[in-house]
């Protein structure tokens, strides 16, 4: 396992990779020894860069879960930067209108933070709800695309 990691605005970001794929983008609270990959070069790279407001589309690396995870996750990496959408309005893309809380379920299962932009989904009455690594984050997230998108 190959690991590496950056100090963002917003916390230690550790990230994750085999050989041939990404397996993680967390924050964390400590480092661990580390060891980088191309691969992990390349999302650090693209980190940066997002940090810095230059990149709003990461690259999307193949997406591990069940199908209904899977399901959820390839919606949320279609929510435009800059932009919310609701756990109901994600629940409505994937045609499970009943499955609101699943969804938000397998949002909490996200493990590429930034990457599949889980930040950017609210409550339908816009509460910055269910931030696996804060709301504050999420905030702050959302804040920085926000000041970025017209760019």
């Known amino acids: ?70 399901g959820v996750w390839n919606e949320l990496i279609h929510i435009p930067y800059g932009n919310r959408v609701s756990y109901s309005e994600i629940a409505q893309r994937i045609q499970k209108q009943k499955a609101v809380r699943a969804v938000g379920t397998a949002i909490g299962k996200n493990k590429l933070a930034l990457i599949v932009p889980c930040h950017r989904v609210v409550g339908k009455n816009g509460a910055l709800s269910g931030f696996a690594w804060g709301s504050w984050r999420k905030e702050w997230l959302l804040e920085h695309e926000k000041n970025h998108s017209q760019k």
């Open 1 to 70: 396992m190959y690991r590496g990691y950056m100090e963002s605005p917003i916390g230690l970001i550790e990230v994750t990779a085999t050989d041939t794929e990404l397996v993680s983008v967390l924050f964390v609270d400590k480092k661990q020894q580390s060891l980088e990959n191309e691969i992990i070069h390349h999302f650090l790279h693209e980190i940066d860069a997002y940090f810095k407001g230059d990149l709003k589309q990461f690259s999307i690396p193949p997406l591990k879960g069940t199908a209904f995870q899977s």
